[in-house]
């Protein structure tokens, strides 16, 4: 049971708009930035948006974050098969002095 | 370039002993927090431990805390983690990764991540 609760799964149409949620608390995205990582099958995890809502140089502006209160969100728009892959939120968590991830979810471009 | 490689990986029986090595290159070591998660067969990210650029702040998640030991060595550019009394379920790829971002840790981000080592605990 990951502390950060992510839907396991999520998809859409190419060109369409989807939303990954990441639901926390008050010790974790309550207080602390988010950061999303984006992992294709079989390589290592890459930064893919850093403190709540920045992009790393060489990620495409299609990509977006957001947070609010205990929650955050990645969106993506105008999506595209080369989206396809596993998306993770993380946070520090001030209670168990320590990182949490979101247990992942699984993008599916239909 | 900004590089993170992983080695140490391997089989071990349960209750036995692995140390993990990461070697950094492409940037200034001694400068960076520095970071162990881990990824268990089909599952998701699970954080393990994270070292300060000094060694000055330690910490572990509870599930290896008491077993597991993050160090580094600044001269050889080098972070390790010994894994000590390893279980079935300590079985996953461990990545190391750095840590970039503000002042305290709370505004950091793990970039890059290296390429990962297999850890096989089994009889």
């Known amino acids: 049971q990951s502390v950060l609760t992510q839907p396991p799964s999520a998809s859409g149409t190419p060109g369409q708009r989807v939303t990954i949620s990441c639901s926390g608390s008050s010790s974790n995205i309550g207080t602390n930035i988010v950061n999303w990582y984006q992992q294709f099958p079989g390589t290592a995890p890459k930064l893919l948006i850093y403190s709540n809502n920045q992009r790393p140089s060489g990620v495409p502006d299609r990509f977006s974050g957001s947070k609010s209160g205990t929650s955050a969100s990645l969106a993506i728009s105008g999506l595209q098969s080369e989206d396809e892959a596993d998306y993770y939120c993380a946070a520090w968590d001030d209670s168990l002095n320590g990182w949490v991830f979101g247990g992942g979810t699984k993008l599916t471009v239909l | 370039e900004v590089q993170l490689v992983e080695s140490g990986g391997g089989l071990v029986k349960p209750g036995g002993s692995l140390r993990l090595s990461c070697a950094a290159s492409g940037f200034i070591f001694s400068t960076q927090s520095m970071n162990w998660v881990r990824q268990a067969p089909g599952k998701g990210l699970e954080w393990v431990s994270s070292i300060s650029s000094t060694s000055g702040y330690i910490h572990y998640a509870d599930s290896v805390r008491g077993r597991f030991t993050i160090s580094r060595d600044n001269a050889k550019n080098s972070l390790y983690l010994q894994m000590n009394s390893l279980r079935a379920e300590d079985t996953a790829v461990y990545y190391c990764?750095?840590?970039?971002?503000?002042?305290?840790?709370?505004?950091?981000?793990?970039?890059?991540w290296g390429q990962g080592t297999l850890v096989t605990v089994s009889s």
């Open positions: 990764a750095r840590e970039k971002g503000g002042t305290t840790m709370p505004t950091h981000w793990f970039d890059p």
